[in-house]
């Protein structure tokens, strides 16, 4: 292990040799982690794979990886994608805002005047709702 | 008696240290590990 370990999760080397690996991995990943390990132990590279580790902080980094087996072996090296990762959660979430917003407002074209309270209001609601459940994606896509 | 150095070994202990170097500046996270699960040194 390198340096970088060291500085990106901020445990000793000591820290992370004592435990498996796995120990650090975020609960939805450990499913694709272990099949990752699998396709190494059957000696296939596996070029691209991602998924999160716990740092010594309790958050978590999105790591990006490459490996290749040696016998039992795995030779690895990944970088720290968490910063793409946040980028692209935030502009997934833009878009969405945007689409809503071009939804919303091509119901007030040609809108009667009697409508009018009752399509604010279905409007409101719908931006509240989207609120509610971004709120919710971008805490399970973080955590 | 005068011992002599192989040339091959200092060419190779020079490859390690140049190896050394690129591993201990790397951005990113480099490692040996094995398929049950622990980190290798």
């Not at chain 1, 296939?44 to 016998?71: I, K, M």
């Not at chain 2, 190779?12 to 490692?31: A, G, M, R």
Request: aromatic share 10%; with cysteine.
């Amino acid at each position: 292990m390198n340096p970088a370990w060291e500085r990106i999760l901020g445990y000793t080397r000591e820290e992370l040799m004592t435990k498996r690996f796995l120990d650090f991995v975020h609960p939805d990943d450990l499913d694709s982690t272990r099949k990752t390990i699998g396709t190494l132990a059957s000696q296939h590279q596996v070029t691209f794979f991602e998924n999160r580790y716990l740092c010594r902080d309790g958050t978590y980094r999105w790591l990006q990886w490459s490996a290749a087996p040696t016998g039992n072996l795995i030779y690895a090296a990944a970088r720290n994608v968490t910063e793409h990762k946040l980028a692209e959660v935030a502009l997934g979430e833009r878009l969405r805002f945007e689409q809503l917003l071009s939804v919303l407002s091509a119901r007030f074209v040609n809108i009667s005047i009697d409508r009018m309270d009752a399509e604010i209001d279905r409007a409101l609601k719908q931006i509240l709702e989207f609120f509610k459940s971004r709120a919710m994606r971008v805490a399970s896509d973080i955590a | 008696m005068k011992r002599e150095i192989d040339p091959t070994f200092t060419r190779s202990l020079k490859t390690v240290e140049e190896l050394d170097q690129f591993f201990n500046i790397s951005l990113d996270l480099l490692c040996i590990a094995n398929t049950d699960g622990y980190f290798c040194a």
